[in-house]
Nanobody
Framework: QVQLVESGGGLVQPGGSLRLSCQASGGSFSLYVFGWYRQTPGKQRELVARELSGGSINYSDSAKGRFTISRDNNKRTVYLQMNALQSEDTAVYYC????????????WGQGTQVTVSS
Protein backbone atom coordinates (compact mmCIF):
# COMPACT_ATOMS: atom_id res chain seq x y z
CA GLN A 1 0.00 0.00 0.00
CA VAL A 2 1.07 3.61 -0.44
CA GLN A 3 2.54 5.86 2.21
CA LEU A 4 1.68 9.55 2.06
CA VAL A 5 3.63 12.64 3.11
CA GLU A 6 2.06 16.10 2.92
CA SER A 7 3.98 19.35 2.56
CA GLY A 8 3.43 22.95 1.58
CA GLY A 9 1.55 24.24 4.58
CA GLY A 10 2.44 27.43 6.36
CA LEU A 11 1.32 30.90 7.33
CA VAL A 12 -0.43 32.98 4.68
CA GLN A 13 -2.35 36.23 4.76
CA PRO A 14 -6.07 36.35 3.99
CA GLY A 15 -6.59 36.42 0.24
CA GLY A 16 -3.33 34.60 -0.38
CA SER A 17 -2.60 31.25 -1.97
CA LEU A 18 -0.86 28.02 -1.05
CA ARG A 19 -0.24 24.78 -2.86
CA LEU A 20 -0.17 21.63 -0.79
CA SER A 21 1.58 18.51 -2.02
CA CYS A 22 1.04 14.87 -1.12
CA GLN A 23 3.90 12.61 -2.11
CA ALA A 24 3.11 8.91 -2.36
CA SER A 25 5.67 6.15 -1.99
CA GLY A 26 5.28 2.40 -2.26
CA GLY A 27 2.25 0.64 -3.65
CA SER A 28 0.67 1.27 -7.01
CA PHE A 29 -0.22 4.93 -7.35
CA SER A 30 -2.71 4.43 -10.15
CA LEU A 31 -4.80 2.05 -8.05
CA TYR A 32 -5.68 4.88 -5.69
CA VAL A 33 -7.79 7.96 -5.75
CA PHE A 34 -6.91 10.73 -3.36
CA GLY A 35 -8.56 13.39 -1.33
CA TRP A 36 -7.73 16.35 0.84
CA TYR A 37 -9.41 16.73 4.20
CA ARG A 38 -8.92 19.18 7.04
CA GLN A 39 -9.39 19.22 10.76
CA THR A 40 -9.45 21.86 13.48
CA PRO A 41 -9.22 21.19 17.23
CA GLY A 42 -12.37 19.67 18.65
CA LYS A 43 -13.95 19.06 15.25
CA GLN A 44 -14.23 16.08 12.97
CA ARG A 45 -12.09 15.77 9.90
CA GLU A 46 -13.98 17.19 6.95
CA LEU A 47 -13.80 16.81 3.22
CA VAL A 48 -12.13 19.54 1.18
CA ALA A 49 -11.76 17.86 -2.21
CA ARG A 50 -11.66 14.28 -3.36
CA GLU A 51 -11.22 12.28 -6.52
CA LEU A 52 -13.89 9.65 -7.02
CA SER A 53 -13.29 6.21 -8.46
CA GLY A 54 -15.29 7.02 -11.59
CA GLY A 55 -13.06 9.98 -12.39
CA SER A 56 -15.11 12.91 -11.14
CA ILE A 57 -14.12 15.20 -8.30
CA ASN A 58 -16.10 16.20 -5.26
CA TYR A 59 -15.50 19.56 -3.59
CA SER A 60 -16.92 20.88 -0.36
CA ASP A 61 -19.09 23.96 -0.72
CA SER A 62 -16.40 26.08 0.92
CA ALA A 63 -13.75 24.81 -1.50
CA LYS A 64 -15.71 25.21 -4.73
CA GLY A 65 -14.29 27.93 -6.92
CA ARG A 66 -11.25 28.50 -4.70
CA PHE A 67 -9.47 25.14 -4.38
CA THR A 68 -8.37 22.69 -7.04
CA ILE A 69 -7.19 19.11 -6.56
CA SER A 70 -4.91 17.59 -9.17
CA ARG A 71 -2.47 14.73 -9.55
CA ASP A 72 0.77 14.06 -11.39
CA ASN A 73 1.05 10.31 -11.91
CA ASN A 74 4.67 10.55 -13.06
CA LYS A 75 5.65 12.31 -9.84
CA ARG A 76 3.27 10.22 -7.72
CA THR A 77 2.05 13.45 -6.20
CA VAL A 78 -1.35 14.94 -5.49
CA TYR A 79 -1.78 18.68 -5.14
CA LEU A 80 -4.28 21.03 -3.59
CA GLN A 81 -4.11 24.54 -4.98
CA MET A 82 -5.79 26.91 -2.55
CA ASN A 83 -6.62 30.47 -3.58
CA ALA A 84 -8.44 33.31 -1.87
CA LEU A 85 -7.68 31.82 1.51
CA GLN A 86 -9.73 32.91 4.48
CA SER A 87 -9.16 32.63 8.22
CA GLU A 88 -11.80 29.88 8.27
CA ASP A 89 -9.47 27.75 6.15
CA THR A 90 -7.00 27.50 9.04
CA ALA A 91 -6.64 23.80 9.84
CA VAL A 92 -4.41 20.78 9.59
CA TYR A 93 -4.78 19.41 6.08
CA TYR A 94 -4.54 15.68 5.48
CA CYS A 95 -4.09 13.72 2.31
CA UNK A 96 -6.05 10.48 2.12
CA UNK A 97 -5.53 7.58 -0.28
CA UNK A 98 -8.52 5.40 -1.20
CA UNK A 99 -8.26 2.16 -3.15
CA UNK A 100 -10.41 2.49 -6.25
CA UNK A 101 -13.76 0.75 -6.07
CA UNK A 102 -13.00 -0.49 -2.57
CA UNK A 103 -14.36 0.00 0.92
CA UNK A 104 -10.96 -0.53 2.54
CA UNK A 105 -10.16 2.16 5.09
CA UNK A 106 -8.18 5.06 3.63
CA UNK A 107 -4.50 5.68 4.22
CA TRP A 108 -3.64 9.03 5.77
CA GLY A 109 -0.58 11.19 5.80
CA GLN A 110 0.65 13.01 8.89
CA GLY A 111 -0.95 16.32 7.94
CA THR A 112 0.34 19.80 7.26
CA GLN A 113 -0.69 22.95 9.12
CA VAL A 114 -2.24 25.82 7.20
CA THR A 115 -2.71 29.08 9.08
CA VAL A 116 -4.45 32.03 7.46
CA SER A 117 -3.85 35.18 9.45
CA SER A 118 -2.77 38.76 9.04
Amino acid sequence: QVQLVESGGGLVQPGGSLRLSCQASGGSFSLYVFGWYRQTPGKQRELVARELSGGSINYSDSAKGRFTISRDNNKRTVYLQMNALQSEDTAVYYCGGFERWSTVAPIWGQGTQVTVSS
